[in-house]
C-alpha cells in the first residue's frame, strides 16, 4: 500500500513539476522577446546616432571646403 501510494504521489508530482516547467519556459521565452526587442530597438537608435553624426560631419565639410575657396583676405582689408 505505502508502495502504491508513493507512486501516485510520485507521478502527481511530476505532473505538476511539467505544468510548472513549460510556464516557466513560456515566462522565459517572453523575457527572451523583450531582450531581443530591447536590442533591435537600441541598435536602431545606435544606426539614427550614426545617420545624424554622419549628416553633421558632411555638413561641416562642406562649410569648411566652401571657406576654403573663399578669396583670401589681403592685409589691407584687415586693418579696415
Given at each position: ?49 550614426d ?28 586693418v579696415?
Open positions: 500500500m505505502k508502495k502504491v501510494l508513493f507512486l501516485a504521489l510520485a507521478a502527481a508530482s511530476f505532473s505538476f513539476t511539467a505544468c510548472e516547467s513549460k510556464k516557466e519556459e513560456a515566462v522565459e521565452q517572453q523575457a527572451e522577446n523583450v531582450e531581443a526587442a530591447g536590442e533591435a530597438k537600441a541598435d536602431a537608435m545606435e544606426n539614427q546616432a545617420a545624424v553624426r554622419d549628416s553633421a560631419d558632411a555638413k561641416a565639410d562642406k562649410m569648411e571646403d566652401n571657406a576654403d575657396k573663399m578669396a583670401p583676405v589681403s592685409p589691407e582689408e584687415k579696415k
